[in-house]
């Protein structure tokens, strides 16, 4: 069989669903099926999803995708897996999930890694010496906010003994699906990263820290053993081929967490190269060829899902999510369904407000944000309203405002990475609206590529991966098999006005950081 006509299953795990796409080696989508989950919202910061519904979401979404016969069964000889970054499981050595996952959104854990960082002398809230041990070893380090997987694991020990004890492992979440697919315990270096305990100084060698863990008082046996994103784990269980309607054979390739595979899919995997990419969250990425941390801004260098590389990736909390707010809680439109486009109902209300949006200004904090501030009692607005705004304001504020924050993050970036980061491939539901690309270009000041088939991004990189793992094809072949739908460059004539808005916007958040803490640290909704 040639390379052209095999495929890969790849899954794309997000926030709201499981997405199973048939991708060939080369890239190109040639079907997907879509399953959704639901988010359990807990007090103290809690937030949940089922494991068992997502798992029944890959199979009913792979059984549907399969069935239609985009393309011949005997076509498909791999399958990897794309999965939201620190989303946590606890499983016991059945392989069976002790209680429901805890989102990347649940923040519940950061009382214990606050109490465990603090001393003095002290910045930002990190016990100088301590923080240093571990930027030299990890590149950074738990983070307050509680959101990382080591907050997650030290949540299971401190509030869910039992669960902890009876753990064989504590996974990323793409992990666990890995583990159902294939009944082997494993994870890859760049999923396992925001637990905080992987020595990556050496890229070619990165391992445990026996030191690290002990000094977290977690115990290491309960960590899976690590391998490249494009180790081949082995075949799809019997049982599960069954169930989704795969022939016997098909390989699982390890996979990466969401960043990495949008980066891949993007095609923005040269050095220096950086993508933007916006769904229910929002980064920037680019990939760099030196190990370095930036612990104001929470930027690092991170192992990556090509062997010997680092990124560095700054992420806003809400982008597109703000959206469905927006939609559903102000305008009362209803409820977004995935197999709608809602940015072309959006970008016709925005649309017809001006660049600026009259200088409505929407901030994007409804869950907090962990960059470039790393603030969980912060919170969104609309500001500057008056009894002439419109509709198309508020909307166009909102996307406007989800741009601001990303300039807000590049600008640090860009720092970190001691240069302009410019053109930006762009990738993610947000990348559907030509009103989005533009408004980012101009907002950015950057050129920006509107990646073509912008939502399949993580489905497309978990491909590369798996075809890289499986000897398909190289990690330089990846920029020249993505395609552009469009090119962006910046209006001059809007520069003023965003350079006027984004120095408001961060005059924002500094005026109501203490107030926002004094309203939600006794509610911890964060």
Same mark, same amino acid.
């Given at each position: 069989?040639?390379?052209?006509?095999?495929?890969?299953?790849?899954?794309?795990?997000?926030?709201?669903?499981?997405? !199973?796409?048939?991708?060939?080696?080369?890239?190109?989508?040639?079907?997907?099926?879509?399953?959704?989950?639901?988010?359990?919202?807990?007090?103290?910061? /809690?937030?949940?999803?089922?494991?068992?519904?997502?798992?029944?979401?890959?199979?009913?979404?792979?059984?549907?995708?399969?069935?239609?016969?985009?393309?011949?069964? &005997?076509?498909?000889?791999?399958?990897?897996?794309?999965?939201?970054?620190?989303?946590?499981?606890?499983?016991?050595?059945?392989?069976?999930?002790?209680?429901? !996952?805890?989102?990347?959104? =649940?923040?519940?854990?950061?009382?214990?890694?606050?109490?465990?960082?603090? /001393?003095?002398?002290?910045?930002?809230?990190?016990?100088?010496?301590?923080?240093?041990?571990?930027?030299?070893?990890?590149?950074?380090?738990?983070?307050?906010?509680?959101? =990382?997987?080591?907050?997650?694991?030290?949540?299971?020990?401190?509030?869910?003994?039992?669960?902890?004890?009876?753990?064989?492992?504590?996974?990323?979440?793409?992990?666990?699906?890995?583990?159902?697919?294939?009944?082997?315990? !494993?994870?890859?270096?760049?999923?396992?990263?925001?637990?905080?305990?992987?020595?990556?100084?050496?890229? #070619?060698?990165? #391992?445990?820290?026996?030191?690290?863990?002990?000094?977290?008082?977690?115990?290491?046996?309960?960590?899976?053993? +690590?391998? =490249?994103?494009?180790?081949?784990?082995?075949?799809?269980?019997?049982?599960?081929? &069954?169930?989704?309607?795969?022939?016997?054979?098909? +390989?699982?390739?390890?996979?990466?967490?969401?960043?990495?595979? *949008?980066?891949?899919?993007?095609?923005?995997?040269?050095?220096?190269?950086?993508?933007?990419?916006?769904?229910?969250?929002?980064?920037?990425?680019?990939?760099?060829?030196?190990?370095?941390?930036?612990?104001? #801004?929470?930027?690092?260098?991170?192992?990556?899902?090509?062997?010997?590389?680092?990124?560095?990736?700054?992420?806003?909390?809400? *982008?597109?999510?703000?959206?469905?707010?927006?939609?559903?809680?102000?305008?009362?439109? /209803?409820?977004?369904?995935?197999?709608?486009?809602?940015?072309?109902?959006?970008?016709?209300? *925005?649309?017809?407000?001006?660049?600026? *949006?009259?200088?409505?200004?929407?901030?994007?904090?409804?869950?907090?944000?962990?960059?470039?501030? =790393?603030?969980?009692?912060?919170?969104?607005?609309?500001?500057?309203?008056?009894?002439?705004?419109?509709?198309?304001?508020?909307?166009?504020?909102?996307?406007?405002?989800?741009?601001?924050?990303?300039?807000?993050?590049?600008?640090?970036? &860009?720092?970190?990475?001691?240069?302009?980061?410019?053109?930006?491939?762009?990738?993610?539901?947000?990348?559907?609206?030509?009103?989005?690309?533009?408004?980012?270009?101009?907002?950015?000041?950057?050129?920006?590529?509107?990646?073509?088939?912008?939502?399949?991004?993580?489905?497309?990189?978990?491909?590369?991966?798996? !075809?890289?793992?499986? /000897?398909?094809? &190289?990690?330089?072949?990846?920029?020249?098999?993505?395609?552009?739908?469009?090119?962006?460059?910046?209006?001059?004539?809007?520069?003023?006005?965003?350079?006027?808005?984004?120095?408001?916007?961060?005059?924002?958040?500094?005026?109501?950081?203490?107030?926002?803490?004094?309203?939600?640290?006794?509610?911890?909704?964060?």
């Amino acid at each position: 069989m040639s390379i052209s006509d095999k495929h890969i299953l790849a899954i794309d795990h997000g926030t709201s669903g499981v997405k !199973a796409s048939l991708v060939s080696m080369k890239g190109k989508v040639r079907d997907y099926a879509y399953r959704k989950t639901e988010m359990f919202f807990l007090p103290e910061g /809690g937030a949940e999803q089922d494991p068992q519904e997502w798992w029944d979401a890959l199979i009913a979404a792979c059984r549907h995708l399969i069935e239609r016969g985009s393309v011949p069964r &005997e076509s498909i000889v791999g399958m990897c897996v794309s999965s939201t970054f620190s989303s946590t499981v606890a499983v016991d050595k059945d392989g069976k999930h002790l209680m429901n !996952a805890l989102s990347w959104m =649940d923040s519940r854990g950061g009382k214990y890694v606050r109490e465990f960082m603090k /001393g003095f002398p002290s910045v930002l809230g990190y016990h100088v010496p301590k923080a240093l041990k571990w930027i030299h070893k990890t590149a950074g380090g738990p983070t307050l906010s509680g959101k =990382d997987d080591i907050a997650h694991m030290l949540l299971f020990q401190k509030e869910f003994p039992e669960v902890y004890k009876n753990a064989h492992k504590i996974l990323p979440s793409k992990d666990f699906f890995n583990l159902k697919l294939t009944g082997k315990f !494993a994870a890859s270096y760049d999923s396992m990263t925001l637990f905080w305990v992987s020595d990556v100084r050496d890229p #070619h060698n990165i #391992h445990y820290d026996d030191k690290l863990i002990a000094a977290l008082g977690i115990d290491k046996e309960k960590l899976p053993d +690590m391998y =490249d994103s494009t180790h081949v784990l082995g075949p799809v269980l019997p049982e599960v081929a &069954e169930a989704i309607g795969l022939p016997e054979g098909v +390989m699982v390739v390890e996979g990466s967490p969401d960043h990495q595979c *949008a980066a891949m899919g993007s095609g923005a995997v040269e050095d220096y190269q950086a993508h933007l990419y916006v769904g229910t969250s929002s980064w920037v990425q680019c990939i760099v060829p030196f190990k370095k941390t930036d612990i104001f #801004h929470s930027i690092a260098s991170l192992p990556t899902s090509i062997p010997g590389k680092f990124s560095s990736v700054n992420e806003q909390d809400m *982008a597109g999510g703000c959206l469905s707010l927006l939609v559903q809680n102000v305008l009362g439109i /209803g409820e977004i369904k995935e197999d709608e486009n809602p940015f072309e109902m959006l970008t016709s209300i *925005a649309q017809t407000s001006p660049p600026g *949006a009259n200088n409505v200004i929407f901030t994007p904090w409804l869950n907090g944000e962990r960059t470039p501030v =790393d603030d969980t009692t912060i919170r969104g607005c609309l500001f500057n309203l008056t009894r002439t705004s419109t509709s198309a304001d508020m909307v166009r504020a909102v996307m406007e405002g989800v741009a601001l924050n990303v300039r807000w993050s590049l600008k640090y970036v &860009e720092k970190f990475a001691g240069r302009r980061l410019d053109a930006m491939n762009f990738v993610g539901g947000g990348a559907r609206s030509d009103l989005w690309c533009q408004i980012f270009a101009d907002v950015l000041d950057r050129t920006v590529r509107q990646v073509s088939d912008p939502v399949a991004a993580n489905a497309r990189g978990a491909a590369f991966i798996a !075809a890289v793992g499986l /000897g398909e094809i &190289e990690w330089s072949q990846i920029p020249e098999l993505v395609r552009y739908r469009a090119t962006y460059t910046p209006n001059p004539s809007n520069r003023k006005t965003y350079d006027t808005l984004f120095k408001a916007y961060t005059d924002l958040y500094k005026a109501h950081k203490n107030i926002c803490k004094r309203l939600n640290s006794g509610d911890k909704n964060d």
